[in-house]
Every structure is written in C-alpha cells, then in structure tokens.
C-alpha cells in the first residue's frame, strides 16, 4: 500500500527537453520533413480518389447514354364508348401530365434530385412509308415537360390541331382511318419533298393505311433540348434506325392533335412513356449505392406487362450503369490502398532507423541524465513530449498542405507515421538508458550463456516465423478473397477490417523476403571473410571484418530492401496498367483506325476501301459486316452475339500484324471439308457453352435460316464477349450476300487516310481511344499515384541509406583513423568503408526489384487491374526491367557517393580524440 501511495506522476525537466532539442534539431527535423511529406501524400491521395470516384460515376453515366434513363409505362385508359366505338378523349394530354406527375412523386426525393425534370413521350408503332425507291418508315410522337413541349418556330403552316370541331365523339371501331395532323421537320419535309397540307402515304404492318396530314414546318429554336434526343427523327431522318437500308422519319403531334392520333391507332399500339435523364453533375460516388438500390425497388414494384391496367411498369440499366462504376472504383480503392501500405510501411521503417540514429547521439546524455538520478519515467516522459510535438507538428503541416493541394483530407492514412515518430525515439532511448544502468551482469557459467544467445535467436525465429505466416495468411486471403467489397452496396469507400490483410499482403510479403535476406546476408558476409583471410590483400580483409561485424543490424537492410522491393512492385502495376490500357485500345478498334460506315453508303464501302488502301502510309486495309446483337439459334437457346463476315485470311494477316492475339483457327474457315454441314464459323462464348462442333443456324428474314458449324474458337472483335466469325466467300455461296459495313485500316498513315474518306462514316481512332482511357479519372489517379509512390519510396530508400551511414559513421572512423597509425592511406581507408556499406546495398539493389517482379507476379492477378484497362482479362504483368535498373543504380551510385563524403567530413578529426573517445 505504501509503495503504491509512493507512486507519482513523471516530472519532466524541461531545461533538458529545450536543450536536447537544440542539440538534435538535424535529426528531429529531418523526421519531421518526413511525418509531413508522407502526410501530404497520405492525406491527398485518398480526397484525389474520392473527387476522381465522382468524376467516375459522371463520366459512366455519359457514355451509357439513354441505356441510364429511368423510365416507366403505363397503359391507357380504355375508351370504350356506349355503342360499342371508340371516344375521342380532347383532355388526353392532361392525363399524361398527370401521369408524368405521378411518375415523378414515386421516385422520391433522392432519385428525383439526381435526375433531370421528366419528359414524357407518346409515340406510335413504325410505320412504312409507301411509294420510293428506298425503304422508310413514319412514326408520330408527342413530347412533354413540366414546361411543355420543345419550343419550335413554324417556318410555314400551323401547329397540329384537332381533326373535327367537336371536342367529344365516338367512332365506329371498324370504321376507316381517323384523321391526325403532325408537324414536320425542315431537313424532313425537304428529304420528303412534302409541305403543309400533304398526305404522309404511311401504313403500319398488318398493312392498313394511315390518314396522316402535315399542318405546318418547324424549325426548333434549341436543337441541343434534352428532349429531341429522345426520337432523334423529329429533327432529322435517321439512317439505319429500323435496320440496314432504312431511314426514319417522324412527325410531332400537339396537345390537340394527341386525341386523334389515340384514335388513328389500334388501343394498345399508341405507347406512353416517362423518361428521366440523370443528371451527371448531381451523382456522386458515395450516394450511387443507394440510388441503384432505389432503382431496383422501382422496378421491382412494377405492375406485370402481362396485366392490361394503368399501373406503373418501371424500367432502366442505371443501377447497373452505378454498380459497375461502383466496382471499378472499389477496385482503384483497393488498389491505391495497397501502394499507400507499402509507402507507409517503408516510412514506419524509415522513422524507426531515424530514431535509432537520433538515441546513438543521445546515449551519452541520457546516460549521463541517468546517473544524476532522473528516473526512467521522467527520461521517458520527456522524450515522448518532444517526439509527440514533432510529430504532431509535422502531422498537422502536412495535412495543411493536402487540404490545399486536394478537394479534402484523410488524416487515417497518417496515424501509422504519427505513431512511428512519437513511440520509436522514446521507447528506443528509454531502453537504451535502461540497459546502460541495470547492475545484471554476464553470466560466467558457459551454459548459462549459451542458454542466453539461444534464447535470442529463438526470439528472433519467433519475429520471422510471425512475419512469414502474416504473409502467407494474407497472400492466401489475396488470392481467396480478393480486393472487392463483399457486398458493393454497402462500401463505403473506407477501409474495412476484412480488406485489412489481403490489403498488406504486398507489404508483409516485402519484409518476409527482406527478413529472409537479413538472415543470409551474415552467413554470405562471414563466407567472404573467411576467403579474405585467405588471401593476401589487407584491405579486403579489413573491409569485410567490418562488414561481418555490421551485417547483423536489422534496420537498414529492411528499409533498403523493402524500399526498392515496394518501389519496384509500383512501378511494375504502372507499367502494367499502361500496356493494358494500349492492348485494351487495339482490342477495341481492332486496328489503328476502323470507319463504321453508316446505312446509307454501305453499297460503296468496297470503293472506299480500295481508294484508302492506295493512301500513303496505310499498311493493310480489310473490309468486314459486323452486326452486333444477331440472331443465331443452337439446338435450344437463341444467341446475340457479334457476327463479323469478313474475308478470313485478310483477316488473319491483319491479326499477325498487329499487337492483337492471332488466330490460327481463321485458316479453318476457308479449308475444304467434305464431311462439314453448313457454314464453317469461329465462335466465342462468354459462359464457353458453344464447343467446336455446335451447330447453329444464322436467321433471315423472309428466308430460310443458314446452317453454321462451329469448327474453332473465335477471337475478341471490340471487346465483346460472344462473337461469331464468318468466311465472307462461304456465306455468299450459301446465300446471303455481304455488305460490309467495317472497314479497319493499319500503317502510319492509317488515320489521315480514313479521316478524310469523305464518306458518312464514323471515325474512331485507336489512339484517341487509349488517350480517352489514359484520362479516364480512376485510370489516371491510379497510373499518377503509382509512379509518385515509386518516387516517394525510391527517395525514402536513399534517405535510409544516409541514415544507416550516418549511425555507423563514428564507429566506421574511429576503426579506420587508429588503422591509420598501422600505415593506412586515407585511399586505402575510403576502400575499406566501401567495403562495409556495399554488401547491404548490394543485396537491396539486387533483391530488392526481383522480390517486388516475384511479388507483381504472384499478386497482380486478385488486384483486378482489368476493372480499369478495360480488358476481359486480368492483364500481364509487365517487368520495365530499365526502371528497375534505375532503381538499383540510384541505390548503388548513392553508396558509392556517401564514402567520399563521409571522408571529407573526417578530414578534420584529431588522431587524439579518436584514440581517447575508444578509451
């Protein structure tokens, strides 16, 4: 009880904390400038995700395009009259604003505040424009906001009005066409040499035609509204939107002309629809989560399609559009996460071997402290408050920089570095005093020694067997578990304690293998002694004495290993992502330049191939028919794939020539084999259903269906996932003729050539696509943060280096000046303190870059980098062996600068003190 009652708080001296502070402030700000640089990075990085993340879920929506609207259906009212006709509803577009409203309050607030004000739309069945040379078709819409309908000007005529004066009538339901005035657009009426008054000659296809009047010509005043883009063919035709050869046209109904165009069609054949365009700018990352799972509640109380009543029926790819962004940024998540562990791992190690240097120089001091009778928790005390100062300080300046530097801060990043730096020196000096002023003497009895060394190395084999099943634990949880959230729904971008471990894994990998090297490196050292011994050359007996009696310490080889190792592994995932990017580029256009040639040239795509392929500096040229979502049937599923009919030998020289993956099996299509029924066909299958031998059949309309073999497995065209390919020559012999639609140009001259063709065409550019993936915001942060952790590791590895030196200085010279009086020139001196820095550096410049390959190589794979290169499959690892070598020659030119240096700053040391200071 007394002594409990003893017990009193630490009491600093605060005279000895200002003048400690004073002696060491090298030391002291040096780990300040480190705690601050890696908080500036740690703080900014995760802030520069998240703003990147937004930028993400914006940029996905825009390229889904109408695929993300939010729309929902609801059938009509019946208009059944008394006599058995139809009604002639005149306040039918004051029911579809009550519809578009009623649509709008079912949202709820958080999906209405992330999409643009609704629009409604009522368009009929396509129709077919009699009469022409080529095929057309008509479709009549009506469009609606909360302000009404796009604004138009009408540059002759009148708006679209009633049909009859009577507001309410009933007609016969089997009696002829119902009158409907439209509106036409200028580029239609010209492409239609129609104008106000004139008969539209339409029929829909049970064959019936339709009484449909142009009242006037408009001209919209903003044709950038969001709602033309809704039926594009209201203000311009459209080639190809009803198949190969067709072009739409359509015309705009009014309020008043919405009734009769009700009663111009059969009841169920006049659709409305509600559509909500999201809006980019209003959704962020954080909230996608919950707005997909909104979406997926709208759609799952829908009403059946199968029950004709006026409930609402919603439907939208959005939450798939937001899940899929959300998986790719969970995986950059997870990926930053990992280089952020290794630059914070090599930091705790950089700090720890600072701290170690800092207690050397303080030894004498606290020794001396000690023995005028300061208690160890005073001595403690005082090292913990200027150590948690600095650090704090250090702490606060970096996370100021960040903030200014980034859209926000994270300060969880830097609790490690903080921790690091206010722990290490205090726990360090305090155990150093504490081994200074104990009275336990050595043991004389020789077991009782060796009991003691034999208890060290098991303590030692402890910490090693700890770190190597930490690495395999997580190395096997990596592999088994992956980087992804279990459950993306519920990330919320934080790091969670399940992502932990297989987050470390890299880094508990890094020190198992620099933990291996440490043990080997004492036993390579005493090898080379013992063959020094041997020989006759005093220097390098001197030079590896010194090395065998410093291989042991443990700091230095660990932050030069795992700072190359870490910086090695950083700049293999650059490298890797930025291969994949470019293969993922080639994979997508599938040459250096592709022209999609629209419906109404395809007849003169052959020409146009032909004048390309003369271009100057255009290498092949292949023409092809691509056809995505085809209907091809087997035995007892219907397929959609891509269907490529292209010559295949072209084809496969195109292949062999470009960084694409060949594909032998194209010599198949055009080898003669008696035995094979229909059409030999190269397929690919995402779930790989569809082996060599399956047979399908290729649909035609009006026609019979073309019998196709499977004879091969087809390569990726453009990325997509089924695809079957088709000798151009064999499916014309089996009657149906090609008209290619595709033309893929390689050489330097490529894009010059296909950009000015001249031709209605779309130009897509196989280096715009890689500079577009190159900016994507999550590819960019991830590739930014990759190289800049490469460089922050790769500079705290030179720092490591200077503080292992700078421990070992004073020891290193005091040994080389008393070896002076034996007659050592300072040359012959400078060659010996080579020899004791160079075997550590020498095993990190080597075995540093190739533990961080074998790591890349092992554990590239569960990172899901494809998620970002948009590649099907995980990309390769890519070995940049030059930067590598970078690496190790900034690391070995660093060692060998550090003994002049070191010589020159001892110049001036007196034979007498050196001598006296060993005493």
């Known amino acids: 009880m007394n002594r409990w009652l003893a017990r009193r708080w630490p009491a600093p001296h605060w005279p000895s904390v200002r003048g400690r502070g004073r002696t060491d402030v090298g030391p002291l700000l040096l780990t300040a400038a480190v705690i601050a640089g890696v908080a500036l990075l740690a703080g900014a990085a995760p802030a520069l995700l998240r703003a990147a993340a937004d930028n993400a879920v914006h940029d996905a929506v825009r390229r889904a395009g109408h695929a993300s609207n939010v729309l929902v259906h609801a059938n009509w009212e019946r208009d059944d009259g008394p006599t058995g006709g139809r009604v002639r509803l005149p306040r039918l577009a004051d029911d579809v604003d009550d519809f578009r409203a009623r649509a709008t309050y079912l949202l709820g607030p958080d999906l209405d505040a992330a999409l643009l004000p609704p629009i409604a739309v009522v368009d009929s069945p396509i129709l077919s424009i009699t009469g022409g040379s080529v095929p057309r078709t008509f479709q009549v819409a009506y469009l609606a906001g909360d302000l009404g309908g796009p604004d138009v000007t009408w540059i002759a005529g009148s708006a679209p009005g009633p049909a009859v004066p009577e507001r309410s009538i009933e007609i016969p339901s089997n009696g002829p066409p119902w009158p409907v005035q439209v509106g036409l657009s200028e580029a239609e009426a010209a492409a239609l040499d129609l104008g106000p008054g004139d008969r539209i000659p339409v029929r829909d296809g049970q064959g019936p035609d339709k009484d449909v009047h142009i009242s006037g010509i408009y001209r919209p005043v903003d044709s950038a509204d969001p709602a033309w883009r809704l039926i594009p063919a209201l203000l311009h035709p459209v080639p190809g939107a009803d198949g190969v050869g067709t072009t739409r046209f359509a015309g705009l109904l009014s309020r008043e002309s919405l009734p009769d165009a009700r009663l111009a069609f059969d009841e169920d054949q006049l659709r409305r629809t509600v559509q909500f365009a999201p809006e980019p700018e209003a959704l962020a990352w954080n909230a996608t989560a919950r707005l997909a799972s909104q979406v997926v509640k709208l759609k799952a109380a829908s009403g059946p399609s199968s029950v004709r009543d006026q409930s609402l029926k919603w439907e939208s790819q959005l939450d798939t559009v937001l899940r899929d962004a959300r998986t790719q940024i969970s995986a950059a998540s997870a990926q930053a996460a990992v280089l952020l562990t290794g630059v914070l791992t090599v930091t705790v190690l950089v700090l720890l071997l600072t701290a170690d240097l800092l207690v050397r120089r303080r030894t004498p001091a606290l020794n001396a402290a000690r023995q005028r009778g300061a208690a160890l928790p005073d001595l403690g005390a005082e090292l913990i408050i200027e150590s948690t100062v600095v650090s704090l300080s ?526």
């Open 394 to 919: 250090a702490a606060a300046v970096g996370l100021a920089l960040a903030r200014a530097a980034a859209p926000g801060v994270s300060w969880t990043w830097t609790v490690p570095a903080v921790l690091a730096g206010a722990l290490a020196g205090p726990a360090f000096g305090t155990l150093a005093v504490a081994r200074a002023s104990r009275d336990q003497r050595q043991p004389a009895n020789p077991a009782a020694r060796r009991w003691t060394l034999a208890t060290g190395k098991l303590r030692r084999a402890a910490v090693d067997a700890a770190v190597l099943v930490a690495a395999v634990a997580a190395f096997v949880t990596l592999h088994q578990r992956g980087l992804l959230p279990v459950a993306s729904d519920g990330d919320t971008g934080e790091l969670t304690g399940d992502l932990v471990l297989p987050v470390s894994a890299v880094a508990l990998g890094v020190l198992a293998g620099a933990l291996a090297l440490l043990r080997l490196l004492p036993v390579g050292v005493r090898f080379a002694l013992r063959q020094a011994l041997r020989s006759r050359r005093p220097l390098a007996v001197f030079g590896a004495a010194r090395a065998a009696a410093t291989a042991g310490r443990v700091l230095p080889l660990l932050v030069l290993v795992s700072a190359t190792a870490l910086a090695s592994f950083a700049l293999v995932v650059g490298a890797t992502v930025a291969r994949g990017l470019t293969d993922s580029a080639w994979s997508t256009v599938g040459a250096d330049a592709r022209l999609d040639v629209g419906a109404d040239v395809e007849a003169a795509t052959p020409a146009l191939a032909e004048r390309i392929a003369a271009a100057p500096g255009v290498g092949q040229v292949v023409v092809a028919q691509v056809t995505d979502s085809a209907r091809v049937f087997t035995e007892s599923t219907l397929l959609t794939p891509r269907l490529v009919i292209v010559d295949a030998a072209a084809f496969q020289r195109l292949l062999a020539t470009t960084p694409l993956p060949d594909a032998p099996a194209l010599g198949r299509l055009t080898t003669p084999n008696p035995d094979l029924v229909g059409v030999p066909a190269l397929v690919r299958s995402s779930d790989g259903n569809l082996p060599t031998g399956t047979r399908l059949q290729l649909t035609r309309d009006g026609a019979p269906a073309i019998r196709l073999t499977a004879v091969g497995t087809a390569p990726s065209v453009g990325g997509a996932a089924d695809v079957v390919i088709v000798d151009a020559a064999a499916l014309a012999d089996a009657g149906l003729p090609v008209v290619p639609n595709t033309v893929w140009v390689t050489g330097p001259g490529a894009a010059r050539a296909v950009s000015s063709s001249g031709v209605a065409a779309d130009v897509v550019l196989r280096a715009d696509v890689l500079q577009a993936q190159r900016v994507a915001p999550l590819t960019a942060g991830l590739l930014r943060l990759a190289w800049t952790a490469a460089a922050v590791l790769l500079a705290l590895g030179l720092l490591g280096l200077t503080l292992a030196a700078a421990a070992g200085a004073s020891e290193r010279w005091q040994t080389l000046t008393r070896l002076r009086t034996l007659g050592l020139r300072p040359r012959d001196a400078r060659w010996v303190a080579a020899g004791e820095l160079l075997p550590p550096v020498v095993v990190a410049a080597v075995g540093g870059p190739l533990l961080g390959a074998l790591l890349a190589r092992l554990m590239l794979g569960p990172l899901e980098l494809r998620l970002l290169t948009g590649q099907a499959a995980d990309p390769a690892a890519v070995l940049p062996w030059w930067l590598l070598g970078v690496v190790s020659a900034a690391l070995l030119t660093a060692a060998v600068a550090v003994v002049p240096v070191e010589s020159a700053l001892r110049r001036r040391d007196r034979l007498s003190e050196v001598l006296r200071a060993g005493e």
